[in-house]
């Protein structure tokens, strides 16, 4: 079992056009086993909640039972096998995970496959099953309405998802026929999840749930008023809960 760990990120979302937009901003995550969450004294739990409702159908009893049944869906078992989970927790009871990462292994510990988590700010999720190489790339067409400047038809995500060590950096890239891309990039330094570490970064970046999520509506705003067109929601597959 892995100790929880803690990364300091940068998060940056660059747009090239029509209408170009670098936004760089700062908040920490989460890297957990699933079966050795964080145990923090009673006055911290408030800073990092847990929640299996916050994630997959929302309807399981743990995260892991909804990881379970995901990958059961599709054909997928990993047995007792370790699965660590990437993630913002809870703060003050309101979270806001643009991006939830698993990282699926067998009874042997041999890596299975990885689940991309995507919540947009509609209050809705969807799972992507990945088997990505021994780089950790991985590609898949888009199904689920993220951002109101992107359509879903037709878009394709260019992934890069190794699994975390001393540093975390991940990358995803979406194409969509006729515009250009969109790059989001996470990078961070590994310190120990205990409950001084907690309380740094908590303090380093308060309330983050909220201050990423302000931030990332702020620049829909922004890109809005900069003359940027809305694509109308459809009938994207999604869950509801939150």
């Known amino acids: 079992m892995n100790a929880p760990a803690l990364y300091e990120c940068r998060i940056r979302h660059v747009r090239h056009g029509p209408v170009a937009n670098d936004f760089t901003y700062s908040s920490y995550l989460w890297l957990v086993d699933l079966?050795?969450?964080?145990?923090?004294?009673?006055?911290?739990?408030?800073?990092?909640?847990?929640?299996?409702?916050?994630h997959f159908t929302g309807d399981e009893g743990s995260i892991r039972a909804g990881v379970e049944r995901f990958l059961a869906e599709r054909g997928v078992s990993v047995g007792?096998?370790?699965?660590l989970m990437l993630t913002a927790a809870r703060v003050f009871g309101y979270v806001f995970n643009p991006l939830t990462v698993?990282?699926?292994?067998?009874?042997?510990?041999?890596?299975?496959?990885?689940?991309?988590?995507v919540h947009n700010t509609y209050g809705q999720r969807h799972a992507y099953l990945l088997f990505p190489d021994a780089e950790?790339?991985?590609?898949?067409?888009?199904?689920?309405?993220?951002?109101?400047?992107?359509?879903?038809?037709?878009?394709?995500?260019?992934?890069r998802l190794p699994e975390p060590g001393e540093r975390l950096s991940l990358a995803v890239r979406l194409d969509v026929p006729g515009a250009a891309p969109f790059v989001a990039s996470v990078h961070g330094v590994r310190s120990a999840g205990t409950a001084a570490g907690l309380v740094r970064m908590a303090a380093r970046h308060p309330l983050a749930p909220w201050?990423?999520?302000?931030?990332?509506?702020?620049?829909g705003v922004g890109l809005f008023l900069r003359g940027l067109r809305v694509v109308p929601r459809g009938g994207e597959a999604n869950l509801r809960r939150r």
């Open 35 to 54: 079966d050795a969450m964080p145990r923090l004294p009673g006055p911290l739990r408030t800073l990092a909640g847990f929640r299996a409702a916050d």
């Open 80 to 83: 007792d096998g370790r699965i």
């Open 102 to 117: 698993y990282w699926c292994h067998d009874a042997d510990d041999r890596p299975v496959c990885v689940i991309a988590e």
């Open 136 to 159: 950790g790339r991985a590609r898949t067409a888009k199904d689920f309405y993220v951002s109101p400047f992107l359509p879903v038809e037709g878009g394709v995500y260019q992934m």
């Open 211 to 219: 201050a990423v999520a302000a931030r990332i509506r702020r620049q």
